[in-house]
């Protein structure tokens, strides 16, 4: 069965510092990808997608995801975090075809510290 | 404003008795999907509906039942809910698969 895999459960970071949160997926077709956010008390929103085309794409609030074929990874940057950035990190992966299921990662707890 | 409703927001009830979440949205969107969302599991999908009429079994069917009678409501139906089935469940709506997911603010289960 698909699966997604995001291995950091709990990061903690300072201020300023650079974030790459991984995600890995195991099917080796066409995919869809996605990056969404939870805000604490907010409704999880979109961060990125990608479809097709340039492997790197840009989000919202700086972030950004660049997707590696040969690995199976979409992993998540930002060069320097926020402490707004706190929240709650999800990768989806839809199979691009004519798959309608939309398997989820178990997310990524994200703490910045003042 | 475009949004997705559900309520009730917050359900506690016993083991066995019947209850419906309600789903809405007023974006025209044909794809509407079932979360739930659990701690260290992330999310997974109840069930989703591709279009009026149409909807299919995601990672975690049982218990559930699901109707898509008009495009704007897609409630969620536990016949006879479990403890098992506390949990944070999410509704969601996107024009396709493929697009943007909106969600709604989420219904917390209790079943005791």
């Known amino acids: 069965a698909q699966s997604v895999s995001q291995h950091n459960h709990h990061v903690i970071l300072s201020e300023a510092a650079s974030l790459e949160l991984g995600c890995n997926y195991s099917y080796g077709g066409t995919v869809n990808l996605f990056w969404y956010v939870q805000y604490p008390g907010q409704h999880l929103q979109l961060l990125l997608k990608?479809?097709?085309?340039d492997p790197l794409v840009k989000g919202i609030k700086g972030f950004e995801a660049e997707f590696i074929k040969s690995k199976f990874s979409f992993n998540l940057r930002k060069p320097s975090v926020q402490w707004s950035d706190t929240a709650e990190y999800f990768c989806?992966?839809?199979?691009?075809?004519?798959?309608?299921?939309?398997?989820w990662g178990a997310g990524t707890k994200l703490i910045i510290k003042p | 404003e475009a949004q997705v409703t559900q309520n009730p927001r917050y359900l506690i009830t016993v083991t066995g008795k019947k209850l419906t979440v309600t789903c809405s949205q007023n974006m025209n969107h044909e794809y509407m999907s079932w979360y739930r969302q659990d701690p260290g599991l992330g999310l997974r999908q109840i069930y989703y509906s591709m279009n009026v009429e149409v909807t299919d079994k995601g990672d975690v069917p049982e218990g559930y039942k699901v109707s898509r009678k008009e495009k704007r409501n897609f409630p969620l139906i536990l016949e006879s809910p479990s403890p098992n089935q506390t949990s944070l469940y999410f509704c969601a709506s996107s024009l396709s698969i493929a697009d943007t997911q909106y969600f709604g603010p989420g219904t917390r289960l209790t079943v005791l």
């Open positions: 989806a992966v839809n199979r691009g075809d004519s798959n309608y299921q939309l398997i």
């Open positions: 990608y479809f097709s085309g």
